[in-house]
């Protein structure tokens, strides 16, 4: 691994407590049939329809974490929230183009009202579920009413397996309650992943092997890591992340979106949809530039897009 890739830091910190041993390994039966549905729907998938369609149900969060670009909204009081009427017709076209998952998304998705509702209703429609979140307000008691809903896997942001780390980015107390958010989806059977950015610096790659030992001690079934995408300029850090991910987790456990020896990322290659809160359309939530605004669905399906670059960054220039 790199020694260029690494966590930011606040400085040397402890490592933090991994969660009890009492949390089951084992998945409710009803994320197993899930994943089995999703499988045979991968196997089946159309040609040019991605693998997942991400939606932004807000731009709220609860948090104003120093690297999103939410943060700035938050602080401000925009908030825009994906109207009803939108977000239903976006699921039904996605599982009638054969689209299997969809990933609820943010800002904060856990601020979207009537997010059960939602989950509920891309469920009925065989559509996969999975939540991306911060984890802050996913209680116990919110879990089990989305399981309920048909919520099939979630995605919590921890940052790093030092706590004073991961609050340096994301506030104080944040990472005692995404920990807990992680044993709640735990308890409840669902399929749980920790999602964590990853910035250039010079820190060793010890940490990063330290942060997926914390997850796997934790049960967390994987991790996925996203590369830090600069506000200007381009950066090696996406190829470089996912190079040293070959040897840093050859089992598969960690992954990240560029694609070593094929170039590009799951977006370049057509494998994601995002959809903001007002029906505008990229390659995939951190994508830098629109590809339009949602008319159909179908409209964004199959496009040509460069394999070589990262649409994360500006300008696109060929890492």
Known sequence: MSSKIHKLSAGAAAPGEPLDANVSPRLSSG????????????????AGAPHSVFLGLTSRCDLACRHCKYAGARRTGRKADMPARLLGRLLREAAGA???????????????PGLEKAVAAASRLGLF????????????????????????SVMISLHSHAPSRHDALSGAGSFRRAVGAVRAARRA???????????????PSGDLAALLSFAKKSGAHGARLLAYAPPRG??????????????????????????????????????????????EA???PYAAKPLG???????????????????????????
């Open 234 to 279: 381009a950066s090696r850090l996406p190829a470089e992340l996912a190079a040293g991910l070959r040897g840093a987790s050859p089992d598969g456990y960690a992954r990240t979106c560029a694609r070593p020896g094929r170039g590009g990322c799951a977006a370049t290659l057509g494998e994601v949809l995002f959809f903001g809160p007002g029906g």
């Open 129 to 152: 579920t999975e939540l991306d979140t911060n984890g802050q307000a996913l209680t116990a008691a919110r879990v089990g009413r989305l399981a309920s809903a048909g919520l099939s």
């Open 282 to 284: 990229r390659s995939c």
């Open 293 to 319: 605004r949602a008319g159909r669905l179908g409209g964004f399906l199959g496009g040509t897009r460069a394999a070589s670059r990262f649409p994360c960054q500006k300008p696109f220039r060929v890492c």
């Open 31 to 46: 994320a197993k049939l899930a994943m089995a549905v999703l499988k045979a729907g991968l196997a089946r998938l159309p």
């Open 98 to 112: 054969g689209i299997p998952r969809v990933v609820f998304f943010g800002g904060e998705p856990l601020l979207y």
């Open 189 to 203: 059977g669902l399929i749980t992943y920790i999602s964590t950015c990853v910035f250039s610096g010079s820190l």
